[in-house]
């Protein structure tokens, strides 16, 4: 099987994830379509969390980038963005993604958040895409800061 | 009660009558970032308005939505639930991301007696 690489770099918009969730299907047309949605759940909830999370001083250019790369025997995607280190947001982020690093029952993380979002009155949802892609698309998760950027990457075998 | 279209989401509302059902049929995508604006105060009059009669959530035919249709989802149920409605919720068995994302609402149950969800 030859290795795929798609990596693209867009400028963030409301139509950005929709977009990126149809070049995938057309990219990866022909293959097994449980391994399609999983790339299109993980990347959707990744780009949504750059969107939200991003950070750009004046000046800078600001923009997503997405990086996916399938073989025979793993799928991998990557998501990177500018973020602020004084941002509560991201600090929140960070810790989700800990949070579910250390969990070894993601039906579990997933039902309690389901619960979190029942008894708020106001609970948009947050950290409940990490946990999706983990939970229901089989991923690791794991992120780096590099200078201003924030990469979050993920990892599942399908060999 | 009007049908709701929003980008690619479609909700039909049926009314059986003789079954005393107000069926909501998704169907589409949903991926808006933030799609509890518009899903939440239209799911909200659907509560207001179905009277006495079981509401049931037919998801089906749904190909994607984000985590962020979720919370509108739920919090519609927690309206129901307030206002001791019956829901009946029905989910693809066929589509790997819909047993994982609406199975899980089965932790309502425990909270909530007149839901019932099931697979078809």
Redesign the interface.
Known sequence: MRKFNFVLEVKPSLNVVSYIRNLIKLFFVGYDLQVIESIQVCSSELIENAIKYRYVEDGEEDSIKISIELDAEQLEIQVSNKYSAKSENLLRLLASIDRIKRSEDFESLYKERLKEIFYSESDTGNRLGLIRIIHECGFKIDYYLSGKTLIIKTRKNIG | MENLIH??LCIDVKIDENMNLMRLIWSG?S????P?KVLSPYLSKIAEEVGNRKIVIELYDLD?I???T??PI??F??QCSKMNLEILILYSNSK??QR??FK??E??KI?YKNLQINAV
């Open positions: 980008n690619k995508e991926d808006d970032i933030s509890s994607f984000n985590s962020s979720v919370p739920v919090q149920i927690k790997e991301w994982y994302s899980s609402f932790t309502f909270i």
